[in-house]
Nanobody
Framework: QVQLVESGGGLAQPGGSLRLSCAASGFTFSLYSMSWVRQAPGKGLEWVSG????????WYTDSVKGRFTISRDNTKNTLYLQMNSLKPEDTALYYC???????????????WGQGTQVTVSS
């Protein structure tokens, strides 16, 4: 079965950096686009970033453009999110998510990880 396990969250100061990882198993990772989705306290889900299966195309929500970088290593079945210049409004539970169908990046998520907490505070 599909398993997505996030790690790398924690407490960071404003302006600091964190790198999230998502270890994937139970499916052919290299065929699926992957994304990061977050949920801030008291708010709904927000699609943060996505990456196509071969890593050649990416998408970012406006609030993180220029600060976050999504990447993947298909040899290690791992998705990453490098987060720089962190702001308090980046505080959220960050989820790794897999597209339902191979070959698309449309925020149609069929599988989710358990999430990793990111807190940005001084």
């Amino acid at each position: 079965q599909v398993q997505l396990v996030e790690s790398g969250g924690g407490l960071a100061q404003p302006g600091g950096s964190l790198r999230l990882s998502c270890a994937a198993s139970g499916f052919t990772f290299s065929l699926y686009s992957m994304s990061w989705v977050r949920q801030a306290p008291g708010k709904g889900l927000e699609w943060v970033s996505g990456i196509y299966s071969d890593g050649t195309g990416t998408w970012y929500t406006d609030s993180v453009k220029g600060r976050f970088t999504i990447s993947r290593d298909n040899t290690k079945n791992t998705l990453y999110l490098q987060m720089n210049s962190l702001k308090p409004e980046d505080t959220a539970l960050y989820y790794c998510a897999k597209e339902t169908f191979a070959g698309r990046l449309i925020a149609d998520f069929g599988s989710w990880g358990q999430g990793t907490q990111v807190t940005v505070s001084s």
